[in-house]
């Protein structure tokens, strides 16, 4: 069964630094593309970045610069490391596996000065 | 990047009853890569359609999708109860990837 488990997320302060992680099972991670989708509370859906099989990777304009995914083939696990937090990041992350066939759970992050 | 604006916002039915979900890009969806999904409180969203017409896994025949260019319909042709949620659209086909605002489908 393909399944999608995020953790890592939690309460930050503006400025800071959390890693979320998406571990994977019934599939691996680095043959296909995988994706960072955030939902503010109350709000849509928002891409935020992408990792090709190939390595190559593409942000959300909002997110550029601060965030960087990458993935463990070892481990067959995504991450999304986040630096520089803000208030607008806070939200609940999901990872995604190709442009959406299958989800995990999600992982709040909750941004607050 | 491409905007999808989706309509109506709500849309009032009653279990039994046909609804038609509206996307429209603001340009040219790349090889249709438009796909529709439900989501409900609490809960990740599900894949419902891909490619434009494409049922996902699971999904029932109730859901079909149609559409081309900028113009694409989410259609559900009889309301089930578990069927009131929002949906949302969603293009790939050129980054970045976009999401409609969503289509929230309640019960009259």
């Known amino acids: 069964e393909v399944q999608l488990v995020e953790s890592g997320g939690g309460l930050i302060q503006t400025g800071g630094t959390l890693r979320l992680s998406c571990a994977a099972s019934g599939f691996t991670v680095s043959t296909t593309y995988m994706n960072w989708v955030r939902q503010a509370p109350g709000k849509g859906l928002e891409w935020v970045s992408v990792i090709y099989s190939g390595g190559t990777t593409y942000y959300a304009d909002s997110v550029k610069g601060r965030f960087t995914i990458s993935r463990d083939n070892s481990k067959n696990t995504l991450y999304l490391q986040m630096n520089s937090l803000r208030a607008e990041d806070t939200a609940v992350y999901y990872c995604a596996r190709r442009f959406g066939e299958t989800w995990g759970q999600g992982t709040l992050v909750t941004v607050s000065s | 990047e491409i905007v999808l604006t989706q309509s109506p916002g709500t849309l009032s039915l009653s279990p039994g009853e046909r609804a038609t979900l509206s996307c429209r890009a603001s340009q040219s969806v790349s090889s249709s890569y438009l796909a529709w999904y439900q989501q409900k409180p609490g809960q990740a969203p599900r894949l419902l359609i891909y490619d434009a017409s494409n049922r996902a896994t699971g999904i029932s025949d109730r859901f079909s999708g149609s559409g081309s260019g900028t113009d694409f319909t989410l259609t559900i042709s009889r309301l089930e109860p578990e069927d009131f949620a929002v949906y949302y659209c969603?293009?790939?086909?050129?980054?970045?990837?976009?999401f409609g605002q969503g289509t929230k489908v309640e019960i009259k």
């Open positions: 969603q293009q790939y086909g050129s980054s970045p990837w976009t």
